[in-house]
């Protein structure tokens, strides 16, 4: 069982940047795949980025390419997401998911193949 807090959300105005944390439960972090989602109103869930167990290589959605950074610790269990250059668009519930490591040459970026979330934090955007 992994649970998942998330922090860091805010209103910050179009250009600015937020950090946002995902403190991890439980001993195995590292053997666990994170990622960013985010759910904007009316929208379905997005990915936003994918970090693999040891901490690179990484995914990032073309909307945030550039501007997002992701990383993890391992030592503290938490997964990172740094957001700069932010923008209206961006506005959305941000959401971190956690699923078991699996040696596959791709990156999971649906929301159905993760399996446990964190609550949800919110970023709003000002133009």
């Known amino acids: 069982q992994v649970q998942l807090v998330e922090s860091g959300g805010g209103l910050v105005q179009a250009g600015g940047s937020l950090r946002l944390s995902c403190a991890a439960s439980?001993?195995?972090?590292?053997?666990?795949?994170m990622a960013w989602f985010r759910q904007a109103p009316g929208k379905e869930h997005e990915i936003v980025a994918v970090?693999?167990?040891?901490?690179?290589?990484?995914y990032y959605a073309d909307s945030v390419k550039g501007r997002f950074t992701i990383s993890r610790d391992n030592a503290k269990n938490t997964v990172y997401l740094q957001m700069n250059s932010l923008k209206p668009e961006d506005t959305a519930v941000y959401y971190c998911?956690?699923?078991?490591?699996?040696?596959?040459?791709?990156?999971?970026?649906?929301?159905?193949?993760?399996?446990?979330w964190g609550q949800g934090t919110q970023v709003t955007v000002s133009s």
């Open positions: 970090i693999r167990w040891s901490g690179g290589p990484t």
């Open positions: 439980g001993r195995t972090f590292s053997r666990y795949t």
């Open positions: 998911a956690a699923r078991p490591m699996v040696y596959s040459g791709r990156y999971y970026v649906s929301p159905g193949e993760y399996d446990y």
